[in-house]
Every structure is written in structure tokens, then in C-alpha cells.
């Protein structure tokens, strides 16, 4: 068994998960599905490869340099986080709230950001090539 915990800056832990060979992507899938706030997670660099994270709470949350490839993050509250230089290609953003997020240097090829909130959002570098930005707040 393995024991993986999802901690803030400050070091609080805000969900542990323990099972046979545990991930932080099985751990952070495991939060989201029991509705857990991750709101200010620490979780930077973290392989989130395809993760399911429909509605997910990541307000503040540190992503950078994270792999959210293909990762379903529809309706999620991104408000403020950081995701710089984080890989977000063909990732489903669809109506989650971007507002305020830093995507400095992201690479969001292909995603789609229909309906996605991202007013004053950090888009300076990203990769926008074949995004879905329709009827987005920008």
C-alpha cells in the first residue's frame, strides 16, 4: 500500500489516499470524485496524464509544469491557479473558470475551451494553435 497526501503551500494536507501502487493521479481522481476542495493544492509538476477531473475544485491551485494531457477538467474552478508551462494539450476545459489563472507558456494545443472564464487570465506564450475558444469569456 501506498500513501500519497495533497498539500497546500503552507504544508496542511488536504486529502490522503492510500492503495496498492497509488499515483498522485489516482490520488488528486480520488479527491475530485468525493468532492474534496483541492482549492490551493500544492501540486506542481505534477502526471495528471488523461486524469479525470470533471468539476474539480482547483481554485489557487499550483499546476505548473504539470502533465494535464487529454486531462477532462469540464466545469472546473481553475480561478487563480497557476499553470504555467503546464501541458494542457487536447485537455476539455469546457466551462471551467480560468478567471485570474496564470497560463504563462502553457501549452493548451488543441484544447477546448468552450465556455471556459477567462477573464484576466495569463495567456502571454501559450500555445493557442487549434484551441475552441467559442463563445468563451476573454
Known amino acids: 500500500m501506498n500513501l500519497i497526501e495533497i498539500k497546500n503551500l503552507e504544508g496542511k494536507v488536504l486529502f490522503s489516499y492510500e492503495c ?3 499515483t498522485i493521479k489516482k490520488t488528486v481522481e480520488e479527491a475530485v470524485s468525493k468532492e474534496v476542495s483541492l482549492s490551493k ?12 477531473l470533471y468539476g474539480a475544485d482547483l481554485e489557487g491551485a499550483i499546476l505548473s509544469l504539470s502533465n494535464l494531457f487529454r486531462a477532462n477538467l469540464f466545469g472546473a474552478n481553475l480561478r487563480g491557479a497557476t499553470l504555467s508551462e503546464t501541458i494542457l494539450f487536447s485537455a476539455n476545459l469546457s466551462r471551467a473558470n480560468l478567471s485570474k489563472a496564470n497560463l504563462f507558456r502553457a501549452d493548451l494545443f488543441s484544447a477546448n475551451l468552450e465556455g471556459a472564464d477567462l477573464l484576466s487570465a495569463n495567456l502571454e506564450g501559450a500555445n493557442l494553435e487549434g484551441t475552441n475558444l467559442s463563445l468563451s469569456k476573454r
Open 20 to 22: 496498492e501502487d497509488n
Open 41 to 52: 493544492a500544492y501540486l506542481w509538476g505534477a502526471d495528471l496524464y488523461e486524469a479525470y
